[in-house]
């Protein structure tokens, strides 16, 4: 099973603009604040800047940083980025 993860800060434009966007898409998209979960972000490697994680029951497959439309859109809809 494949989840998406959207690991956002608190009170930015960037982080306001992917947690709209994701509200959009079709697909749960599990939205997280960087501040509730710390550790789990260490572990991947995530900013304080929106990103997008997509994992599979092996792990991480991919990951954007930042909020991209185009990048983002690419992954939910079955897209490789690389």
């Not at 260490?42 to 994992?55: H, M, S």
């Not at 990048?71 to 809809?77: A, V």
Request: hydrophobic share 40%.
């Amino acid at each position: 099973m494949i989840r998406h993860i959207l690991i956002t800060g608190e009170s930015c434009l960037d982080s306001m603009l992917a947690i709209n966007w994701a509200a959009k898409q079709p697909l749960e998209i599990e939205t997280v604040t960087y501040e509730e979960i710390p550790d789990v972000a260490e572990i991947y490697g995530v900013a304080r800047t929106p990103t997008l994680l997509k994992v599979g029951k092996h792990g991480l497959r991919q990951k954007v940083d930042g909020f991209n439309k185009r990048k983002w859109d690419d992954i939910i809809g079955g897209g490789s980025i690389e």
